[in-house]
């Protein structure tokens, strides 16, 4: 090595093998992971849980209580932005195509798995309450009643996915979403905006002819139909990819920060100005007289209804617009949001099965304030905890402090 060198330093010509050694290409530096995403994302975990215990005064400060979309649209578009980060490389170039595909489906089973899991807690929550606390009230909610009224159907449903639970319906769409995601990435990283288009027309095919995956043993389709809520799947992934290459998806224009502003002010005005409600029921009701069907003209959230839609798009451009947005993002004061939105998956199964058992609390105690608020916070702090624990763990994995599991 020291000859080499010392040659190297005289002009004389190296070996071959040094020269195979200087001219193969360095690793490119991994790139920072994208904070924003884990931010919002963490966010929204608190916010869907807290809107999972109706009924308290907390409701109020949520998204939804401000326009037309609620933290779910959130949460679906920053999965595909981040489903486009995590497995693209997978389908790039002369990659081969199965271990993207495998990685990719691999976690749609995991998504599978948990969605199991949260099930049957929330299912043997309602029956503790019922059974210990003398309530019935949980049971006969949120589809779990199915199982008195036909319990070899409803438990045929289950494992299936065609029967979900109020409140525990949006893994089994980001699970489907994940099974079609290896032909979505392939397509969006060849013609993004051709997929994108392809992605918008199977949205409307969803919302004039009502098109949804069939439940069993309920009559009806999926709360959240797939073939609607793709869309936001999809604008997410076409991001993601734009993100990898440094580009924008959606380029940034003074007009379109302005027209998103204005759609998110004009649903603040519909939503808290008096009588912006009455006002915009009116214009509902003149465009379904006209002919319009209710998926795009209503508030519809099956079918991803177009007032929903478009709030979605305006909230997610004008806050990837904002530099603003990114320099809070990368304040060290988020970072326990940033932390509960690294370690999303396990922080959201615990949180709605924390969520049913505030229910449950609520159901056989009075009602008060104080009650709200120590379910609430204790429900936050205790996700914040999980995450925190698990961060730590899988920081000692990879020193080599301990095994991983």
Aim: glycine share 10%; proline share 6%; hydrophobic share 55%.
């Amino acid at each position: 090595m020291v000859e080499a060198l010392a040659r190297i330093e005289r002009g004389d010509a190296a070996p071959a093998e040094d020269r195979i050694v200087r001219l193969a290409p360095k690793p490119q530096a991994k790139k920072p992971r994208d904070r924003r995403l884990d931010v919002f994302r963490g966010l929204c975990l608190i916010m869907i849980f807290i809107n999972h215990v109706p009924g308290t005064i907390f409701e109020g400060v949520t998204s939804r209580n401000f326009g037309f979309s609620d933290a779910a649209e959130a949460f679906v578009f920053i999965s595909g932005c981040s489903a486009a980060l995590a497995y693209a490389s997978g389908f790039e170039g002369a990659a081969r195509l199965w271990p993207g595909i495998s990685r990719m489906w691999g976690r749609a089973w995991t998504l599978y798995l948990v969605h199991l899991l949260v099930t049957f807690w929330a299912i043997a929550i309602a029956a503790a309450a019922w059974r210990f606390g003398g309530d019935s009230t949980l049971f006969f909610k949120d589809n779990i009643q199915a199982l008195m009224r036909d319990p070899l159907g409803t438990l045929m449903g289950l494992p299936l996915m065609t029967h979900q639970l109020g409140y525990v319906n949006i893994l089994p769409m980001y699970a489907v979403l994940l099974l079609a995601g290896p032909a979505l990435i392939w397509a969006g990283l060849r013609a993004p905006k051709a997929t994108f288009a392809a992605s918008l027309a199977l949205w409307g095919l969803s919302a004039f002819f009502y098109l949804d995956l069939p439940n069993f043993p309920n009559p009806g389709g999926w709360f959240l139909n797939p073939l609607s809520w793709q869309l936001l799947f999809v604008a997410g992934l076409m991001t993601g990819l734009a993100l990898r290459r440094g580009e924008r998806f959606v380029p940034r224009h003074p007009a379109l920060i302005g027209l998103a502003g204005a759609v998110l002010l004009g649903a603040i005005l519909w939503m808290k100005l008096p009588g912006g409600g009455a006002v915009g029921s009116k214009i509902v009701r003149f465009l379904l007289d006209l002919g319009l069907p209710r998926s795009l003209a209503d508030f519809d959230k099956t079918y991803l209804s177009l007032p929903r839609l478009l709030h979605a798009f305006a909230l997610v451009y004008l806050l990837g617009a904002l530099a603003s947005v990114r320099w809070l993002c990368n304040s060290r004061w988020l970072e326990p949001l940033a932390l509960m939105g690294r370690i999303a998956l396990p922080v959201f199964a615990f949180g709605t099965i924390l969520s049913f058992a505030a229910r449950a609390v609520k159901e056989v105690s009075p009602e008060s304030l104080w009650l709200d608020a120590a379910l609430i916070a204790g429900g936050v702090l205790a996700m914040w905890a999980l995450a925190f624990t698990l961060q730590t763990a899988r920081a000692a994995a990879k020193a080599g402090q301990v095994k991983p599991a």
